[in-house]
């Protein structure tokens, strides 16, 4: 079986927005965050669901009218080019965050996270790289959602 992981080419503030569309709720180990000064490049590799294809949606019973939904996690990998700057406020501490949303003011491009983590870019102009679903993890996601079963006739 074939499975088309996502690739999203990043050319604009919307094309950025939508990758972080992607991105939301997703697990990201700060560990992972590259910046390379003199290529002007920064990357965060992020461990997403992958819900594209139902047939790889695990579902398990729970109670009578409810089931468990655990979806494959994917490593995503955020790539801006034309980085100016990184700036790291980290007052949670706690190595691995979820992403939470993004804005941006001007050149500062702010990747906010719920545990009171944030990564400021600064950039050169407009957004430029890319969002690429680098390989499925032969994980599933630990968070799982409840919801009601479906009962056939």
């Known amino acids: 079986m074939s499975v088309n992981l996502k690739t999203i080419n990043i050319d604009n503030n919307e094309t950025l927005l939508l990758a972080c569309d992607y991105l939301h ?5 700060i560990s992972s965050l590259s910046h ?9 590799i992020f461990k997403r669901e ?3 294809d139902p047939s790889l949606i695990q579902r398990k019973p729970f109670f009578f009218f409810f089931e468990k ?3 494959p996690l994917v490593e995503s990998v955020l790539t801006i080019n034309g980085v100016k700057s990184v700036e790291i406020t980290d007052k949670a501490r706690i190595g691995t965050y979820t992403f939470n949303k993004y804005s ?3 050149d500062k491009f702010t ?3 719920c545990e009171n983590m944030q990564i400021d870019i600064i950039l050169e ?9 680098q390989k499925f993890l032969n994980k ?9 079963r479906k009962f056939s006739r």
């Open 36 to 44: 390379d000064k003199e290529h002007q490049t920064c990357s965060m």
């Open 69 to 71: 939904v655990f979806y």
């Open 125 to 133: 102009s407009q957004p430029h790289g890319s969002m690429v679903d």
């Open 111 to 113: 990747f906010e996270f």
């Open 104 to 106: 941006n003011q001007g």
């Open 140 to 148: 599933y996601s630990r968070i799982h959602t409840f919801q009601f």
């Open 50 to 52: 992958f819900s594209a």
């Open 25 to 29: 709720d997703s697990s990201f180990d």
